[in-house]
């Protein structure tokens, strides 16, 4: 079952890598698909609980997700050039530190993402996740925005939660 | 190789930008070279190995041969993250990253 | 398949057989050794072959690989010199791997089979080495042998690996120089093949053009590295002393000798006697250099207390012979090159067996090893006695008539330098040896210290066949000089020397 | 250079027959007397096939049998002329009387290893046979080394530090000059005249250039060291150390007198006796000779061990050969040849003497032989007779090859080496007959013997007594070896 | 037209690496450099990939899509490789305890790390 | 003067300078590890050398081995080695 | 030392600096390097093997020979660091101390490289199927497929990765590979051809250009898992000093 | 002068292959770090394969992957001088994977010698040798 919508994506990722499409390529494309399917099959669903049409559902989900990601690293990324550029600023609001929070995703790939996430935004920067404890680098009390000041779940988190847990 | 002046003007283009790219690449290979921890060089390589995935595709971009360059990019941006990963690793084991040695032999060279 | 096959057979199956005993070897130790002999016999018996059908025809064979034309392809080219390297190349691999199994249980505790495939690799990389016609092939090959030659004596007795690293260090320069040279000449005439070089390395464009000089230059230096020449040879006596008996036995034997065959090879068939001579003008200085390397070898092999030391560094005077010889620039000089290859390979081939037996049976390499050997192992320490007549030059074995000719080269061109060079070896290696059987077989008996007069010890059959045959093969060559000077060795002279 | 009427590989046969026996000594190890019969067998083969070949040389005939191709141009191959003959002869005869003899002393002594012992010795006499056979340079060389090898075991029989110091110096004297003086000159020989054969005329084209000639002429002669041409000798008293049946075997028959018979070789075959005269480089083998015969029998004068003034007078004797060769006239030449019958013989019986008491009286110093004659009348008398054909008074074999030497030393018109001749025959006696004299004609009370010393074994006298008959016989009948001497010089 | 919006994305990406670049050099401890680094290199290589598929599209074809598509999937792989090597790189050094710079002026709370380092420096 | 033998000589005298600066400094850093890193930088330039040289194969063999293996093999060494260098 | 060193690197540079003016100009398409011998590649490799990459087509047929070797010496690299590193007795004190274990600190890493693997599987795979029309080929393609198990080993660690692809097994690919690639060349020389002439497979019912083409990607197939093998095999090895429990 | 600056310029990927080349030979020779050692061997043979690849380019061609479009068996002419020398990058690929091979087994005798020796200093390995 999970092999075979492996075999499915790896099999779309092959068609679009090779762009060859006659049967020879094909066959050879078919039997590398195979092959790391079965290979890897427990790699890109290893988790087992969730059922094939949730995955999709989280797919599905994940693009408007991204574009709102995509459009706060551009916005953030300014703000870190702006401290490299800017001598004044940086003496001014260059402030490292770290802080911790806990998060209440459960799957590890939510996880994943989330830290991902943070990492992405620049300024800050997920060093490690204990158990549900983020510990996250933040160059700027600014940059740090909710995620150090929001009591139950920053912005992000939530998002991420949407997309994975279906929870608003 | 370029038949009209868009295309070349295109080329003016990538050849200027590629060897902007190339020179502010100097400056991750500053941290790389003499950065005083080790953790830091690992930054400026990291550094260096995104933008020379970049400078691949530009390159096939300049040569009009995309389709058969973007392979090594691509093997560039798989790849790419097992260095640091294994550096990474490392330290994990070795706790110190040599920060006073480590500045005499940034100095030395 | 028909007898055309025989080259690539020589070659195909040690190297089928390396991954067949790795596969299988595993399990048990027999098997793996079963594997190796039925390997190398059967590489011997193809090499003979061939030999044979190069004496029936005297035309050099051309087996072309993947059926590609030669500049296109790569080929292998077996003439006189090649089958005669390759049968001593096979041959000294069948009996060292005969007399490999006990001492291959004593010393390398396990993974026998690992070894064992190594073994193989080591002896297709030399025989590619010298079976083919391409310069870009040859280093490929020439980096196979040396890879699993630093493996082998990696895993010797005590510590090998310091020694085995500056063996890396020292191989690699010397194959990179070699590369380096090859593309010198590639991109002078844009070819790879060997004959193809020759034929357009003649013209005389070429023959004044720097980079082809500087690309000679190159490669030399790159093979004398690799072959332990005098100032180069620092890598080779802590390498070798260390290995494990069978290693030294394989490697100390044919490695050099095949570089210097390499050597020959592209100094005739790459490059051209004009151009060797001629163009470059230095033989002169190369063969002083050969006779300081005589001379520095004996010296420092007289000054050694530890068997195989000394071994090793009578093998950096041999290849002072070799390379003089080579760069006397006369027929009679090269003639006693290519037949010292053969007789020097036999002949440490010997002697290795019989110091790694003792080593076996005593466990001690020193000198005091050979106290009063000869009651103890007869056979073994007149192999022993053989083998050191022959280096010293002591008629009818076959070091003698190598060194005529090579004397006798050095007299023609008046190099006298040389000849003294390769007297005062001698005489040097005659002090050692007698040296040793003075221990072996005339050990004091005056009677202060000795007890019971040891028992009779000598090494397993296995081990005293190889050796036995091998003594014998220097007697036998020598008194088959004629024959084989005139069917082979006079063939691979050069036109125009 | 007919071929011989029969069996064309006689000459290898001869030298072959020996070689067969080394196994079956080795085998019979634990059976002396089967071993020594082994030895018997090969040397009465080995004498007998040299016999027959004797009259068919007698004949005027030489008989060459080429063996195998060794080198291109060079083949291993096998002459048998007078001269060969001769030496030959000489030396497997004597190879039949010393194994009696060495069987007494051996056995006397009851020695280790005689199992080694038998095998060199059978080794060694089948080089020494092929040096005498040997058809050309490079075989002469081939087997010349092979008898070092041989010879070496012998002499470091005792393997004690002695003996193995002795054996050290005698093989790096003689591999040192073979390989660095012989080994070479051959090689220069062959590469100016592309030819190692021995020919009368020599091989030198006679516009060879005289420095060259001169320089290569003293490597042969320096390069056969077993010679023992005086700067060279000191291997020789050396070499004493060994069991005296080997000291008999060096310094009388095949050790000393290969060297000697190799440079005579080079010297008539490769140069060419008239070559040396023409360039008159034989003065100067003549002046080296000369100065070894005479230094050497001061030094024997002043020596009181008896084998080592024997080995001193030995060196004298040798270069009385080759002086003799050296003078480049006929007569000298075969005088030099018969000598190296005579003195052999001679010689040998010395040995065997010095020897023999030893066996029986464990003495080895002349000074403590006073009055030996009264216990061991039969030796001392063979040693009498072994000192007269030495220093070549009548009745003893040894007065014809003297006789000879001073006819060549007149032919040649080189009076001064008759002086040579004369004077080193009275250093000769002075030597000699002191230690006879004392023997036999002592006061009862000087004798240093008791009563019960008496003669050596059987097995030891016998030779003795054998080789000093022979040498009489000699003087009375030398026309065999006469014959075989006057044809090696015409024949060729 | 498709030739301005591939130079306007490539100078923006170009922008922003150079502000990568600068901050990488200045700014004055390895956290902070690691920021710099993570996401100005993400971007900057993302916009001018972006670009260089753009153009890639200029002459269109089918290969020249796939091509496109294979840019993306270089993208892709940066988004995801890209902040994981960020985060192990700056999991190492926190791991490592490296030095981290604080702002003088106004001393914040210690972190979690500061206190055993000092411990383990001054016994 | 016609010396731009390349079409990308701007690429080249770049690449070439900072490859330069790698191996020096890959040789002179006392850190092992650092080495290690430097090394796997200087591999990342020569592939892009090498790519620019239109030597795609090699550019993508180097690529992988670069990236992929040979940084991570001399990081796994310096694993069981001491760190620092004498020089 | 260094002083000899300087003089000997000088001396070199010395040597190579003469040369510099005798070579052809750069970039001349009529220097004899580019004019001899590649253009009959250039030309031919289409029509005789059916593979536009003339690298490969070069690579695995014309110097077939060479890449067989260039395989063996992987695999001769791999057995020699095998045979010299790894430890059979596991009573010696351990090579690597054990890495801080911390539970669900991975997770990041583990994600991605779960998400990263199977497509540089996949991609690997595409790079050894088309080695004949793009870049890459069998070496390329092995490599990959070895990095993405170091990475796998990477983010889990070396004993998670082992379960998976034991040490045995390595070894036996790594000789399936060369055993492929020979085997290949062995076969044709049965087939009555030379060694390596892929031309005798035709008997399989391929044109012969085609036959070279299979050939070609024959070949390809086993250098990619020798050096998979091997790649992998190397890192286990060198990263866990042998001990094969504790790696990077 | 004139002339000379052409002659330096014009072959700079050979004065960059010859730097590295001597960068790594002296780094062999001199370093006193055996792991130095190992990398100035890559270093070295990088430079090789440096001067190897530069060879075989050709001014104004391309990669040595044939265009697609002729049809399947190149009914159409190819111009060899289009396409950049496939040769060296043959042999280079070769040398590339003899590289990582013997840097592997370098790397592996390097730990063989730091568990014997305890360090990889050169001049402390040879002190505990003669000890």
């Known amino acids: 079952m999970f092999t075979l919508a492996t075999f499915i994506i790896l099999a779309g990722a092959w068609l679009l890598l090779s762009g060859k499409f006659d049967a020879f390529h094909l066959a050879l494309g078919g039997i590398s698909c195979l092959l790391v399917a079965l290979i890897s099959q427990d790699l890109l669903f290893h988790e087992r609980k969730k059922g094939l049409a949730a995955r999709c559902g989280e797919a599905f989900r994940f693009l408007p997700y991204s574009c709102w990601l995509l459009y706060q690293i551009i916005v953030a990324n300014f703000h870190v050039i702006q401290l490299a550029i800017s001598p004044r600023l940086c003496e001014r609001e260059l402030d490292p530190h770290i802080f911790t929070f806990k998060t209440r995703l459960k799957s590890d790939f939510a996880k994943f993402v989330l830290a991902n996430s943070i990492t992405l935004t620049p300024g800050t920067v997920t060093i490690r996740i204990d158990e549900d404890v983020f510990h996250v680098h933040a160059i700027s009390r600014k940059a740090a925005g909710d995620l150090e000041t929001s009591e139950t779940m920053s912005e992000m988190e939530r998002r991420v939660a949407w997309v994975f847990e279906g929870r608003a | 190789m370029h038949g009209n002046i868009a295309d070349s003007a295109m080329e003016f283009f990538f050849i200027l930008s590629g060897v902007l790219l190339l020179l502010f690449m100097f400056m991750p290979l500053y941290r790389a070279i003499w950065g005083p921890t080790v953790i830091d060089r690992l930054v400026g390589v990291n550094v260096i190995g995104t933008k020379t995935t970049i400078m691949i595709v530009l390159i096939g971009t300049l040569y009009n041969r995309v389709d058969m360059f973007v392979d090594i990019a691509l093997t560039y941006a798989l790849l790419n993250f097992i260095a640091s990963l294994a550096a990474a690793r490392f330290f994990q084991r070795h706790k110190e990253v040599g920060l006073a040695e480590d500045r005499a032999g940034g100095q030395s060279c | 398949m028909t007898a055309a096959q025989f080259p690539i057979l020589i070659l195909i199956i040690p190297l089928l057989a390396a991954f067949a005993i790795s596969l299988f070897g595993g399990r048990r130790d027999k098997l793996a050794y079963g594997l190796l002999l039925a390997a190398m016999s059967g590489s011997f018996y193809a090499a003979l072959q061939t030999l044979l059908l190069v004496l029936e025809t005297n035309i050099p064979i051309h087996y072309r690989l993947g059926g590609w034309a030669p500049p296109y392809g790569i080929e292998l080219v077996i003439d006189h010199l090649n089958a005669m390297v390759l049968c001593l190349v096979s041959g000294c691999a069948l009996l060292t791997a005969i007399y490999s199994l006990p001492t291959v249980r004593a010393e390398i505790p396990d993974r026998i089979h690992h070894y064992y495939t190594l073994y193989c690799l080591l002896v297709t990389g030399l025989a590619g080495m010298v079976a083919t016609g391409d310069a870009f092939n040859l280093y490929v090959l020439l980096e196979i042998s040396a890879l699993s030659s630093y493996a082998m004596l990696a895993r010797g007795r005590g510590n090998a690996y310091y020694a085995t690293f500056k063996y890396i260090i020292m191989g690699t320069i010397g194959a990179c120089f070699y590369l380096l040279g090859v593309g010198y000449l590639y991109i002078k005439t844009g070819t790879l093949n060997m004959a193809d070089l020759f034929r357009l390395l003649a013209e005389e464009e070429m023959q004044q053009s720097i980079t082809i000089r500087i690309g000679f230059i190159l490669i030399m230096i790159g093979i004398w590295i690799k072959m332990a020449f005098f100032p180069l040879h620092g890598w080779l006596p802590n390498a070798y002393t260390r290995a494990s008996t069978t290693t030294s036995c394989l490697i100390a034997p044919l490695m050099t000798k095949v570089s210097v065959y390499i050597m020959l090879r592209l100094m005739f068939s790459v490059f051209s006697v004009e151009f060797v001579y001629g163009v470059i003008p230095w033989h002169e200085q190369i063969v002083w250099l050969a006779s300081l390397a005589i001379v520095a070898g004996s010296i420092s092999a007289l000054a050694q207390r530890n068997l195989k030391k000394m071994l090793t560094y009578i093998i950096v005077a041999e290849v002072g012979y070799m390379v003089g010889g080579a760069w006397l620039a006369n027929e009679s000089g090269l003639a006693g090159t290519v037949y010292h290859i053969l007789s020097d390979a036999l002949m440490t081939l010997a002697l290795f067996m019989a110091v790694g037996a003792i080593i076996h049976k005593t466990g001690k390499s020193s000198f005091a090893a050979m106290e009063g050997i000869f009651r103890k192992m007869p056979v073994t320490s007149a192999v022993f006695v053989l083998g050191g007549f022959a280096i010293i030059g002591i008629p009818p074995t076959c070091g003698f008539f190598s060194k005529w000719y090579l004397i006798r080269g050095g007299i023609e061109t008046g190099q006298w330098l040389f000849v003294g060079a390769l007297l005062f070896s001698s005489l040097i290696n005659a002090i050692i040896f007698f040296r040793l059987i003075e221990r072996a077989y005339f050990g004091d008996l005056s009677g202060h210290g000795h007890g019971p007069l040891p028992e009779r010890d000598e090494a397993p059959a296995v081990m005293l066949v190889p050796m036995v045959v091998t003594a014998a093969a220097l007697v036998i060559i020598g008194l088959y000089t004629s024959e084989i000077i005139g069917r082979i060795v006079l063939w691979t002279i050069p036109a125009g020397l | 250079m007919e071929q011989l009427p029969f069996l064309p590989a006689t000459p290898a046969l001869a030298i072959l027959v020996s070689l067969l026996a080394v196994p079956c000594i080795y085998l019979s190890d634990q059976r002396p007397n089967l071993r020594e019969g082994w030895t018997f067998a090969a040397a009465f083969a080995k004498f007998f096939l040299i016999l027959s070949m004797a009259e068919w040389i007698l004949a005027g005939n030489t008989h060459t049998y080429e063996l195998c191709r060794i080198l291109p141009g060079v083949s291993l191959s096998f002459t048998v002329d007078g001269f060969g003959m001769l030496f030959a002869l000489v030396a497997s005869s004597l190879w039949i009387v010393t194994t009696i003899y060495s069987i007494g002393y051996m056995r006397g002594l009851n020695e280790h290893a005689q199992t080694r012992f038998f095998i060199c010795f059978a080794v060694a006499l089948s080089a020494t046979i092929g040096v005498a056979f040997a058809g050309n340079l490079l075989t002469l060389y081939i087997f010349y080394e092979i008898l070092s090898l041989s010879t070496y075991p012998l002499v470091t029989h005792h393997q004690d530090e002695e003996a193995r110091s002795g054996g050290r110096k005698y093989l790096t004297y003689l591999l040192s000059t073979s390989i660095g003086l012989a080994l070479p000159a051959m090689l220069i020989t062959y590469t100016l005249t592309g030819s190692l054969e021995f020919t009368s005329m020599g091989v030198f084209p006679a516009d060879t250039a005289k420095p060259l000639l001169t320089i290569l002429l003293l490597m042969f002669m320096f390069g056969f060291a077993k010679a023992g041409l005086m700067p060279l000798h000191s291997w020789l008293p050396g070499a004493m150390v060994a069991p005296t049946p080997v000291s008999a075997l060096l310094h009388a028959v095949a050790v000393v007198k290969v060297g000697v018979f190799s440079i005579v070789r080079v010297l008539t075959g490769i140069f060419g006796i008239d070559l040396l005269a023409a360039t008159s480089l034989n003065t100067l083998i003549c002046v080296i000779a000369a100065f070894s015969v005479l230094v050497s029998s001061l030094i024997a004068l002043s020596q009181d061990n008896l084998k080592r003034r024997l080995a001193f007078s030995t060196i004298g004797q040798l270069s009385y050969i080759i002086l003799g060769a050296g003078l480049a006239s006929r007569l000298g030449v075969q005088g030099s040849m018969l000598h190296i019958a005579m003195h052999a013989f001679g010689k040998i019986t010395l040995f065997f003497c010095a020897g023999a008491i030893f066996v029986a009286t464990g003495k080895k110093y002349i000074s403590e032989m006073v009055g030996i004659g009264r216990r061991m009348p039969v030796t001392m008398f063979a040693f009498f007779v072994g000192s007269l054909s030495v220093i070549g008074l009548p009745p003893a074999g040894g007065l014809i090859s003297k006789w000879f030497l001073v006819l060549g030393a007149m032919e040649a018109e080189m009076f001064w080496v008759l002086m040579v001749y004369l004077a080193s025959s009275f250093l000769n006696a002075a030597y000699f007959l002191p230690i006879v004299y004392r023997a036999f004609f002592c006061s009862e009370e000087e004798a240093q013997f008791e009563r019960k010393v008496a003669e050596a074994p059987l097995w030891c006298v016998v030779p003795l007594v054998l080789t000093a008959a022979v040498s009489v016989l000699f003087f009375f009948h030398p026309q065999p070896f006469f014959d075989l001497a006057v044809m090696a010089v015409q024949g060729r | 037209m498709l030739n301005i919006v591939v130079m306007g994305l490539m100078l923006l990406g170009l922008f922003f690496f150079f502000g990568t670049s600068v901050g990488i050099v200045r700014f004055p401890d390895f956290y902070s450099r690691l920021h710099a680094a993570g996401k100005g290199d993400t971007l900057s290589s993302i916009l001018l990939l972006a670009g260089l598929a753009l153009y890639n599209l200029h002459h269109l074809s089918v290969d020249a899509i796939l091509v496109s598509v294979k840019i993306l999937f270089i993208i892709v792989f940066i988004f995801i490789a890209s902040p994981t090597a960020t985060h192990a790189i700056m999991d190492a050094g926190y791991e490592a305890r490296v030095k981290h710079w604080v702002k003088r002026k106004t001393p914040k709370e210690p972190w979690p790390g500061e206190e055993r380092r000092r411990q383990e420096r001054h016994p | 003067m016609n010396w731009d033998a390349s079409l990308l000589w701007q690429f080249d005298v770049l690449i070439i300078t900072m490859v330069i600066l790698c191996a020096v400094a890959a040789l002179t850093v006392r850190d092992l590890v650092s080495c290690a890193i430097i090394g796997g930088a200087y591999s990342f330039l020569m592939c892009l050398l090498w790519t620019e040289m239109l030597a795609v194969d090699v550019a993508f063999t180097e690529a992988a081995v670069g990236a992929g293996v040979s940084t991570v093999l001399l990081l796994g060494t310096a694993l069981h080695i001491k760190r620092k260098s004498k020089d | ?248 | 002068m004139a002339d000379f600056l052409p002659y330096i310029v014009a072959k700079y990927n050979y004065w960059a292959a010859l730097v590295l080349l001597l960068i790594g030979l002296y780094g062999m020779i001199a370093k006193n770090n055996l792991l130095k050692k190992v990398i100035a061997m890559s270093i070295f043979q990088s430079a090789i394969i440096l001067f190897y690849v530069s060879m075989g380019d050709k001014k104004g061609s391309t990669i040595p992957i044939l265009l697609h479009g002729h049809g399947e068996h190149g009914a159409l002419a190819i111009d060899p001088s289009q396409y950049a020398n496939p040769l060296p990058h043959v042999l280079m690929l070769t040398a590339i994977v003899v590289g990582v091979s013997t840097l592997g087994v370098a790397l592996a005798v390097l730990q063989k010698i730091h568990r014997v020796h305890g360090t990889i200093e050169e001049d402390e390995i040879l002190e505990s040798i003669e000890e």
Not at chain 7, 34 to 62: C, F, G, Q
Not at chain 7, 147 to 168: C, G, H, P, Q, V
Not at chain 7, 186 to 199: I, K, S, T, V
Not at chain 7, 210 to 218: E, V
């Open chain 7, 1 to 248: 030392m260094k002083k000899i060193a300087l003089l000997i690197t000088l001396a070199v540079g010395a040597l190579l600096i003469l040369a510099a003016e005798d070579f052809p100009r750069w970039g001349d398409a009529h220097a004899p390097a580019n004019d001899y011998l590649s253009p009959y590649y250039i030309e031919k490799s289409l029509e005789e093997t059916a593979v536009p990459n003339i690298v490969t087509a070069v690579l695995a047929d014309y110097r077939g020979y060479d890449t067989m070797f260039e395989t063996t010496v992987i695999f001769c690299a791999g057995i020699t660091v095998l045979t010299l590193l790894r430890r059979t007795q596991r009573k010696a004190p351990k090579a690597v101390r054990p890495r801080p274990a911390r539970q669900g600190a991975d997770v990041i890493l583990q994600s991605a490289s779960r998400l990263l693997v199977p497509v540089m599987q996949i991609f690997a795979l595409y790079v050894l199927a088309l080695g004949h029309h793009s870049p890459g080929g069998g070496f390329q393609a092995g490599v990959i497929l070895g990095a993405s198990f170091i990475l796998l080993a990477l983010s889990y660690d070396l004993k998670t990765m082992l379960a998976r692809l034991s040490e045995n097994t390595l070894l036996r690919l790594s000789a399936l590979g060369v055993i492929i690639y020979a085997g290949i060349g062995a076969l044709c020389l049965l087939l009555g051809d030379n060694f390596l002439a892929y031309a005798a497979l035709k008997v399989f019912g391929f044109s012969e250009v085609m036959a070279h083409s299979h050939g070609i990607l024959g070949v390809e197939l086993g250098v990619a898992v020798t050096v998979m093998a091997i790649m992998f095999s190397l890192y286990v090895d060198l990263a866990s000093g042998g001990d094969l429990d504790e790696g990077l």
